[in-house]
C-alpha cells in the first residue's frame, strides 16, 4: 500500500472528496506495511518510528508544511456545522470571523519546515490526517449520545457524560470527560457535538450555538476564555470530552480499517488504544 491508497482510506472513511487544508501527505512512500500514528509526531516520534522499522509515520495535528500553515483554511466547514445545529448561516460566518482570523495570524509565524524537514532528511514517509479523523469522532460520538439519551427528554449533565464514557477511549484516559459550564444536575437541553473544523471557534461561536437552541456542547476541548464568557453568558452548557480521548475515537476508526487490510499499526503519542 502507498501514501495515497492510505490517505485515500481516510477521505472515504469521513465522507470527503478532496484532502482537506489541514492535512496531506509531506513525504510520499510505497510499499507500506507497518505504521506508526500520533496525535503529535515530530522528530522524536520518528526516530522511535524508525527504530521500530516503521514504513510510515503520520500525525493527527498538523505540525508542519501546508496543513500547518492553512490550518485556517479548514474553520470555514464550522459554518455547515452551525448551520446544522441551526443557526442562520450569515451568522455562522460573522461569529467565525475573529478566531479564524486569530488563528491564521498565530501560525503565519510558526516554524512549519521543522518536522517536514526531518522527515525528509530520515527518508521517512509521512502525513498527517486532521480533519478527516476529526469528523470521524465527531460522528461516532454524536450518534452514539443520540442512541443514548433519545428516551430520555429531561437527561442531565451526567446522563451525557455517562454515556461517553461507554466509550473505551473515554473509560481509559486519565483525562476524564467533565462539564466545564454547568453542573451535573442541569438538564442537558438539545446535545450537540463540536469536534471538527480546524480548531474552535470561540466564545462568539459558542453564543451562536446557545441562542440557536443548542443546549449543551461536546468539544474535545475549550479555553478558559471561551469557558469563562459562556458561564457569564448563562445560556447553555459545555461538556469537555477530552483531547486525547477524543482525537483517539476517531483516529482509531481510521487505524482499525487499516488494521482489517493488514497494515501493522503502533499507536502512540497520545492515541489511547481500545483494546
Same mark, same amino acid.
Given at each position: 500500500? #502507498?501514501? $495515497? ?6 477521505? $472515504? ?17 510505497? #510499499?507500506?506495511? %507497518? ?9 522524536? @516520534? ?10 510510515? !509515520?503520520?500525525?493527527? *495535528? ?9 490550518? *485556517? ?11 446544522? /445545529?441551526?443557526?442562520?448561516? #450569515? ?6 470571523? @475573529?478566531?479564524?482570523? &486569530? !488563528?491564521?495570524?498565530?501560525? *503565519?509565524?510558526? #516554524?512549519?519546515?521543522? /518536522?517536514?524537514? /526531518? ?21 461516532? !460520538?454524536? $450518534? ?5 439519551? $433519545?428516551?430520555?427528554? %429531561? ?13 473505551? &477511549?473515554?473509560?481509559? +484516559?486519565?483525562? %476524564? ?21 480546524? +480548531? ?6 459558542? %453564543? /451562536? ?14 479555553? &478558559?476564555?471561551?469557558?469563562?464568557? !459562556?458561564? @457569564? ?23 482499525? @480499517? ?18
Amino acid at each position: 500500500m #502507498n501514501t $495515497k491508497e492510505i490517505m485515500d482510506i481516510a477521505l $472515504k472513511l469521513a465522507g470527503l472528496e478532496e484532502i482537506p487544508a489541514d492535512s496531506g501527505i509531506i513525504v510520499e512512500g510505497d #510499499n507500506i506495511k %507497518k505504521v506508526a500514528m500520533g496525535v503529535d509526531m515530530e522528530l522524536a @516520534e520518528m526516530l522511535l518510528a524508525r527504530d521500530l522499522g516503521v514504513d510510515l !509515520v503520520i500525525t493527527h *495535528h498538523p505540525t508542519g508544511g501546508s496543513p500547518r500553515i492553512n490550518l *485556517h483554511k479548514v474553520m470555514e466547514n464550522q459554518i455547515n456545522t452551525m448551520v446544522r /445545529a441551526g443557526v442562520p448561516i #450569515n451568522r455562522a460566518q460573522k461569529a467565525l470571523t @475573529e478566531k479564524k482570523g &486569530e !488563528v491564521e495570524r498565530g501560525l *503565519h509565524v510558526s #516554524n512549519y519546515d521543522r /518536522a517536514v524537514s /526531518a522527515a525528509k532528511l530520515l527518508k521517512m514517509p509521512f502525513m498527517g490526517i486532521h480533519t478527516p479523523a476529526d469528523i470521524l469522532a465527531e460522528k461516532k !460520538v454524536q $450518534k452514539l449520545l443520540d442512541e443514548k439519551l $433519545k428516551d430520555n427528554p %429531561k437527561a442531565k449533565l451526567q446522563d451525557v457524560i455517562d454515556a461517553l464514557e461507554t466509550l473505551p &477511549e473515554y473509560q481509559r +484516559t486519565l483525562a %476524564k470527560p467533565v462539564i466545564r459550564v454547568g453542573s451535573k444536575d442541569d438538564f442537558a437541553g438539545k446535545v450537540f457535538v463540536t469536534m471538527a473544523g480546524g +480548531t474552535g471557534g470561540g466564545s462568539n461561536v459558542m %453564543k /451562536a450555538y446557545f441562542e440557536a437552541g443548542v443546549g449543551t456542547i461536546i468539544a474535545m476541548h475549550m479555553p &478558559e476564555d471561551v469557558i469563562k464568557a !459562556v458561564r @457569564e453568558q448563562n445560556i447553555g452548557n459545555i461538556i469537555v470530552a477530552g483531547h486525547m480521548a477524543s482525537d483517539s475515537v476517531g483516529i482509531n476508526e481510521f487505524l482499525q @480499517e487499516l488494521e482489517s487490510k493488514g497494515i501493522e499499526v503502533v499507536r502512540m503519542s497520545g492515541i489511547i488504544d481500545p483494546k
